[in-house]
T-cell receptor, first 112, second 113 residues
Framework: SQQGEEDPQALSIQEGENATMNCSYK?????LQWYRQNSGRGLVHLIL?????REKHSGRLRVTLDTSKKSSSLLITASRAADTASYFC????????????FGSGTQLTVLP | NAGVMQNPRHLVRRRGQEARLRCSPV?????VYWYRQLPEEGLKFMVY????????ESGMPKERFSAEFPKEGPSILRIQQVVRGDSAAYFC???????????FGPGTRLLVL
């Protein structure tokens, strides 16, 4: 399966702590993206990292990509209750026609 | 700036009826994608369209499902003779030429009774 697999499936932390979510995949990729979904809502794009990049930052988000291990991680620093959501990695495989292949997601709960 | 718009947001159909889901991409975006999300799962790709062309429909069920993106008007995902297993959230996304980030709409939640 080309699908990304997130780990852990669920994560519960206290406000102010850091949250780390991991994504593993099996194919060669053009890029890997992280999305966030609040319960019952649409997806919001967080960050895109290309296959030739190793790390990217956006505000409190830090994404790493290790193509040799076929894995990526999303770190949210100084978490807030409003960060509670499901987080999905999605990848565009090399040679695919731009379709995103999503993992099953990590449900993050940040307790106030 | 209006994002991707989908309507209806909620749709209830009885088995055997037709469901028509509409998606208006971000203004200026020429690429449209449809995804389906079952409860507690990630999104599954269905179809990728450009204006008047289906580029990739590898994720579409072979029967009852069709999609179009006409020269004028929204993209339509059509499900004929719906069954209970079609109950899901259907998301549309769009992107401009040359950009790989996809911008998602709020989804249409289809319930088949």
């Amino acid at each position: 399966s080309q699908q990304g697999e997130e780990d852990p499936q669920a994560l519960s932390i206290q406000e102010g702590e850091n949250a780390t979510m991991n994504c593993s995949y099996k194919t060669s990729i053009n890029n890997l993206q992280w999305y966030r979904q609040n319960s019952g809502r649409g997806l919001v794009h967080l960050i895109l990292i290309r296959s030739n990049e190793r790390e990217k930052h956006s505000g409190r988000l830090r994404v790493t990509l290790d193509t040799s291990k076929k894995s990526s991680s999303l770190l949210i620093t100084a978490s807030r209750a409003a960060d509670t959501a499901s987080y999905f990695c999605a990848l565009i495989s090399s040679g695919s026609a731009r379709q995103l292949t999503f993992g099953s997601g990590t449900q993050l709960t940040v307790l106030p | 700036n209006a994002g991707v718009m989908q309507n209806p947001r909620h749709l209830v159909r009885r088995r055997g009826q037709e469901a028509r889901l509409r998606c208006s991409p971000v203004k200026g975006h020429s690429h449209v994608y449809w995804y389906r999300q079952l409860p507690e799962e990630g999104l599954k790709f269905m179809v990728y369209l450009q204006k008047e062309n289906i580029i990739d429909e590898s994720g579409m069920p072979k029967e009852r499902f069709s999609a179009e993106f006409p020269k004028e008007g929204p993209s339509i995902l059509r499900i004929q003779q719906v069954v209970r297993g079609d109950s899901a959230a259907y998301f549309c996304a769009s992107s401009p030429i040359g950009e790989e980030t996809q911008y998602f709409g709020p989804g249409t939640r289809l319930l088949v009774l």
